[in-house]
Structures are given as C-alpha cells and as structure tokens.
C-alpha cells in the first residue's frame, strides 16, 4: 500500500538532551495510526517534526510526499491538525472559523460555500453558523476542529489528543468520525491517553524515553505481551521509562 508517511532515523536534539532519538516507521494511506507514549516520551516532539513545525537534527521524513526538512511549507499545506486547544478561533462564528481555514488552505470561495453548509447540516449545525465558538459545548468545538482540521481533503490530518475532557457518548461520536475520514483515503495519526482508543487504530507505536519500544496491530501486542488490553502494553512498557516530561 501506498506509504502517506515515511520516517528513517529520526532524531530530535536539544543540547545535550536528545528528545527524539533515530526512529523509523511508515504510515499508509487510510491508515488509523496511534503514536502513544508517556509524558516525556518524545511523541510531541516527533509530530511537530512530522508537521513542519520543527526540523529534525537527524534522519529523514517525508510526509504527503514532501520532506519535511527542505519541504516544509508544502507539507504543511497538504496535512490538516487538531491540537489539544481544539485549533478555533473562539471569537469568531462557526461560519467565519470554516471559511478563515478555507481561506488558508486555499479552497475556491464557491467549493467552501458548498462545502460549509453540507458540513453544517451534516452536523446538525445548520442553526449554529452564526453562533461565537466561545458559547459551543466542549464536545460541539471537538467535533466541529476536527471537521475543519480536514475541511480541505488533506492527505493526512495530525490529531494530538483530540478526545481529551469529553464524555465517553461524544468521544464516541468521534471515532465515528474518524473512520469516516479514513474510509474516504485520509490518513489519521493520532495521539491519546485513552488506551481504550488505542484498540480502535490499525496500528499503534509506542514511545520510550524517545525511542519506539513497540509497534504492531493492537491484537498483536497484546499477544506479544501476554496481556488482554492495551493500558496492560502500555504500563508494561512504561514501567521501562527513566525520564519524565
């Protein structure tokens, strides 16, 4: 399958301390792909690498196609992203946060118009357009970063704990989302805590004081660590950890 994601030794250096330390993996196209570590892991750190946002000291990336040391800005153009902060401009509407991200990613003013209201009823938002972001409930600011993260069909959009502080019913609704997404061809890299998630994903890898320790299908690494869930792989293998965030 065609690889959206290529990492070859990836390092992260500060000083003396290495964050990322020569990591290696691919990611295909349509792929759920959880990145999980502990604090400190260097998970963070690698994916702002993966997004352009910082360049490696060592190794080698390409992401959509484009390397992410000498082709950074293209990379960036061809991804989506949902922070933490859930990526919106609370002061602005629903209508005008879609159409400033539109705009950015460069989406024709009449393809955004089409598409702004197929997603607002698809949402069952067509009655918020004009609503501040600021007065949405959690879980409606979640569900509308993550449909602006990929409102311009991006080869892959970066999801950085996009579930965090919501209910189990609207983290739920949106996985949902995400297999969508990844049935339409876009590839989901995604960061979480939640270990329950990491059984939704096709794959996960798991960091260690900046070194991937394992990398598998769910079910395999519970084979491979005798274990019935993930938290028991995931607490297996952070037990090894020696430094904190």
């Not at 003013?109 to 955004?112: G, P, Y």
């Given at each position: 399958m065609e690889n959206v994601i290529e990492v070859n030794?990836?390092?992260?250096?500060?000083g003396d301390f290495t964050a990322v330390d020569h990591i290696s993996f691919h990611v295909c196209k349509g792929e759920i792909f959880g990145f999980l570590g502990a604090n400190g892991a260097g998970k963070t750190t690698a994916m702002r690498m993966l997004c352009g946002l910082s360049f490696p000291t060592e190794g080698?990336?390409?992401v959509a196609g484009f390397d992410i040391s000498r082709e950074a800005e293209q990379v960036k153009r061809h991804i989506g992203h949902m922070s933490q902060k859930f990526s919106l401009y609370e002061d602005l509407t629903v209508r005008e946060n879609i159409r400033l991200y539109a705009g950015i990613y460069g989406v024709p003013?009449?393809?955004?118009t089409e598409r702004m209201e197929s997603?607002?009823?698809k949402l069952d938002f067509s009655g918020e357009g004009d609503t501040l972001v600021a007065a949405l409930p959690l879980g409606w600011k979640q569900k509308l970063a993550f449909s602006v993260s990929?409102?311009?069909?991006p080869e892959v959009v970066f999801l950085d704990e996009p579930t965090?502080?919501?209910d189990?019913?609207?983290r739920r609704q949106f996985w949902e989302m995400i297999y969508e997404a990844a049935a339409a061809g876009i590839t989901v890299f995604v960061t979480t805590h939640y270990m329950d998630e990491a059984e939704y994903c096709d794959r996960v890898s798991i960091m260690v004081d900046g070194r991937i320790e394992a990398l598998d299908s769910p079910g395999r690494l519970k084979e491979q660590f005798g274990v019935g869930t993930?938290?028991?792989v995931f607490d297996h293998l952070a037990r090894k950890a020696k430094r904190g965030e």
């Open positions: 030794n990836l390092c992260k250096r500060f080698e990336g390409r003013d009449k393809e955004t997603l607002l009823r990929i409102f311009h069909r965090g502080g919501v189990p019913t609207t993930m938290g028991g």
